[in-house]
């Protein structure tokens, strides 16, 4: 069986290859029963030189051309059809694909599951809320201190009344060394 296939030519990361005829059994380095062109992928302009009758000829001939001249042929304008899949998998590296997508599936319904149960227990929160009375709120009244001053009181028929007064204490500190003796306020009760 006769293939239509590329030889690569090229020097190092500049790759050329010619156009060739040869046996499938033969190695692609061999010597090939005829050049039918050349193809540079480097410069795709001017790179792309077939020789359009041999071609013809040896596709008459019963020679089949792998996928990726089949690509350059049908680019070419050389050839009609569909283009082929130039890129064979293994079963191996398929297996490998597939347990991958699998995983990314995985990834994406277990973050949609979070996200749904996120926006799930911000209705919830949004619900109760709703439901629940509005707490009421205490007033609170603020009650300075009053200072009292040491006032002497004339009542009728009794005696002056001395009332002493407390010293504001404004750090705990500071109450820990008032002393309870000065601060008890003293009455002197009226006779009668």
Do not use: C
Not at 68 to 88: E, M, P, R
Not at 122 to 127: I, L, N, W
């Amino acid at each position: 069986m006769l293939k239509i296939r590329l030889q690569r030519i090229g020097r190092k990361k500049q790759p050329l290859y010619r156009l060739v005829v040869s046996e499938h059994t033969k190695d692609t380095q061999a010597k090939a029963l005829e050049i039918l062109g050349q193809y540079n992928p480097v410069s795709k302009e001017k790179g792309t030189v077939f020789n359009e009758d041999r071609i013809n000829y040896w596709l008459g001939m019963g020679a089949q051309s792998s996928a990726t001249v089949h690509n350059l042929l049908i680019n070419a304008n050389i050839i009609k059809g569909d283009k082929k899949l130039s890129v064979q998998i293994s079963s191996k590296r398929k297996k490998k694909m597939g347990e991958k997508a699998a995983q990314l599936l995985e990834k994406e319904k277990a973050q949609k599951e979070k996200e749904e149960a996120v926006k799930q227990a911000a209705e919830e929160a949004a619900r109760q809320a709703a439901q629940a009375p509005e707490p009421v709120q205490e007033e609170t009244v603020d009650v300075a201190p009053v200072e009292e001053e040491k006032k002497g009181v004339n009542e009728p028929g009794g005696e002056d009344m001395a009332v002493e007064t407390v010293p504001e204490v404004k750090d705990e500190e500071q109450s820990e060394s008032v002393s309870t003796e000065g601060s008890v306020e003293e009455i002197v009760e009226p006779k009668q």
